[in-house]
């Protein structure tokens, strides 16, 4: 029978070495964008709104968003905030703490 382990001991076993702490770090960040990517995506088109209609209404090219979407384009809070706005959505920015939670203006 295997052995319950918190994960904190895990974590700390994975962090160990530095190599190997590293390619986490590289995976982790690889997935959450995808993550975000894929969801942009998938809001845009469950908004019913094509790229070049996006692209249109925010004065870029539909290339723009397309590389947006896709990771090739790093998008900025400014970007995100304007894609956001020009889906008809608002964006709003928390600042979560262990004792607390803060809206920030975006």
């Known amino acids: 029978m295997t052995e ?3 994960y904190s001991k895990i974590r700390k076993t994975l962090r160990s070495d530095p190599a190997r702490s590293r390619r986490l770090d590289a995976g982790y960040k690889k997935l959450l964008k995808e993550f ?3 969801k942009l995506c998938d809001l845009r088109k469950s908004l019913e709104i094509t790229q070049c209609e996006l692209a249109k209404n925010m004065n870029v090219t539909q290339s ?5 979407e896709n ?6 809070l400014t970007m995100l905030h304007s894609l ?3 889906m008809g959505g608002e964006l709003k920015l928390l600042a979560v ?3 607390r939670t803060v809206q920030l203006e975006v």
């Open 4 to 6: 319950a382990r918190e």
């Open 84 to 86: 956001i706005d020009h």
């Open 97 to 99: 703490f262990d004792d």
């Open 64 to 68: 723009t968003i397309s590389q947006l």
């Open 71 to 76: 990771g090739v384009i790093e998008i900025s």
């Open 36 to 38: 975000r990517q894929h």
